[in-house]
């Protein structure tokens, strides 16, 4: 694990606290608490499937391009890129 991550779970194990003491679940729902539509999970579901292959296909084209540009940095084409990972999944 690394520190930014443990710092993260810390993060929202403290939001989880204050969410309860707010009379909420947990954190997710304190943050789409101010969302007033009643299928707001569904419709952000929606709108990710939506954006998907859009978002697959950039991702494809950015590490193509690292991988181009910076041959002799150990990149590999079916690897982790990471500068295209989000800090907290590595």
Not at 32 to 45: G, K, L
Not at 72 to 84: E, T
């Amino acid at each position: 694990m690394t520190p930014v991550w443990g710092k993260f779970l810390r993060y929202i194990e403290l939001y989880n606290d204050a969410a309860c003491l707010n009379g909420l679940k947990n954190t997710g729902e304190m943050w789409r608490e101010p969302y007033e539509s009643e299928t707001f999970e569904v419709e952000v579901e929606e709108l990710w499937q939506t954006l998907k292959p859009l978002y697959q296909q950039l991702h494809s084209y950015v590490g193509r391009r690292l991988i181009r540009r910076y041959p002799h940095n150990g990149i590999k084409a079916d690897g982790l890129i990471y500068s295209l990972t989000p800090a907290w999944s590595m």
